[in-house]
C-alpha cells in the first residue's frame, strides 16, 4: 500500500506519522506522479505547528515541493505523458509515495539533474526568482541576503551574480567557505553586521532580502536601507513597514529556465542531508536546527 506523512495534530516533529493509503487517481488535467524526492522548507512546519495563517485542517499533509516519474494521467492532460520525469510543487501533500498535481505545476526533469537536486528545486528556484524579480535590480547593483547559505538564500544569491549584481550574504562561519567559491561575499550573523556590510559597500546597499527573520530586518534598517526596498518572507513584514515577498503562482517558464541552469552547473543546489520516508521526523529536526547549506531532501 503506498505511504503518506500526515500529523493528526499540530506540534512538532513528533506529530508526524505514516499512513498507507489507496493511491490517489487523477482527474481532469491532473497527473499522478511515483516522487524520487521531496524538499522540505520552513512553510512546511510552519503549518505542522498550527500558524492560524495557513488554514490546515486535520489530519493535515506535509510537503509543497517534488520530483518523480508520471505514472498515470488524467482526461484533459496535454503537456505531460506516463514515463516523463518531472519536477515542481503542490499545495501540500508532497511527502508520499503517490501525489496527484495538476500538469500545470509540473515541469519536465532534464535528465541529468539527480532526483534530490530536482526535488529541492521548484518552491525554493522560484521563491529566490521572484524575490529579485520584485526588486527591479540591474547589473552593477549591491544587495544583502541574510541566511546566504540557506535553500531560497543559495539560489537567490547565485541568480542575482548571473545578473551581475553584487552580493553580500550572512552566514554561520561554516558556510562562509562555500558562499566565497559561487561568488558571495560572506559576512558573520550577529552585531558585527552592519560594520562589515558598510565595509564591503561604502556606497551603500540596493536592496536587502531577509531570509532568517526580525533581527536581520532591523540590522537591514540601521543601514539605511529603505524598507520598500527590504524584501521578507521569514520576518514580520508589517511590524518593520517592509515588503512581504514570497513565491508567485508556479511558473513553467521560470522552473524550465532553473532546470536549464542547473543541467549545464550555472546554478549549483546544495543538498546538505537526504533521509528515507521513514527518518521523515528526523529530516524535519533537521531542517529546524537551522544553519543549512542549501536543502534536506527525503526520498521515498
Known amino acids: 500500500m503506498p505511504r503518506v506523512v500526515r500529523f493528526p495534530r499540530f506540534g512538532g516533529p513528533e506529530v508526524l506519522e505514516i499512513a ?4 490517489p487517481e487523477p482527474g481532469p488535467g491532473q497527473v499522478r506522479v511515483a516522487v524520487r524526492a521531496a524538499g522540505l522548507n520552513p512553510v512546511d512546519y510552519k503549518r505542522r505547528r498550527g500558524g492560524s495563517a495557513y488554514g490546515v485542517t486535520l489530519p493535515g499533509r506535509i510537503g509543497r515541493e517534488l520530483a518523480g516519474v508520471v505514472d498515470a494521467v488524467g482526461p484533459d492532460v496535454d503537456a505531460l505523458q506516463v514515463g516523463e ?26 535528465a541529468p539533474i539527480p532526483w534530490p537536486v530536482a526535488g529541492g528545486l521548484a518552491l525554493a528556484g522560484q521563491t529566490a ?12 547593483d549591491v544587495i544583502v541576503v541574510s541566511a546566504a547559505a540557506g535553500g531560497v538564500g543559495s539560489l537567490l544569491c547565485q541568480l542575482a551574480l548571473s545578473r ?33 556590510v558598510r565595509e564591503l559597500a561604502p556606497s551603500g546597499v540596493t536592496a536587502a532580502f531577509d531570509l532568517h527573520g526580525d533581527e536581520s530586518i532591523q540590522q537591514f534598517l540601521d543601514l539605511g536601507i529603505p524598507p520598500e526596498r527590504i524584501n521578507t518572507n521569514a520576518g ?11 513565491r508567485g503562482a508556479p511558473d513553467l517558464g521560470t522552473l524550465g529556465t532553473l532546470a536549464a541552469f542547473a543541467e549545464i552547473g550555472a546554478l549549483r543546489v546544495p543538498v546538505t542531508a537526504i533521509f528515507p520516508l521513514d527518518q521523515v521526523a528526523d529530516a524535519y529536526r533537521r531542517l529546524e536546527e537551522g544553519h543549512l547549506r542549501g536543502k534536506v531532501v527525503v526520498v521515498p
Open 20 to 23: 498507507d493509503e489507496p493511491s
Open 85 to 110: 520525469e518531472v519536477f515542481g510543487s503542490v499545495p501540500d501533500g508532497a511527502l508520499a509515495d503517490y501525489v496527484v498535481a495538476g500538469e500545470t505545476m509540473l515541469a519536465v526533469k532534464p
Open 129 to 140: 526568482w521572484d524575490a529579485l524579480e520584485s526588486q527591479g535590480l540591474r547589473a552593477g
Open 164 to 196: 551581475g549584481i553584487h552580493v553580500i550574504g550572512s552566514a554561520s562561519a561554516g558556510n562562509a567557505d562555500w558562499l566565497r567559491s559561487v561568488g558571495v561575499h560572506p559576512v558573520p550573523y550577529g552585531h558585527e553586521l552592519p560594520a562589515r
Open 236 to 246: 514580520d513584514a508589517e511590524r518593520f513597514g517592509v515588503r512581504r515577498a514570497g
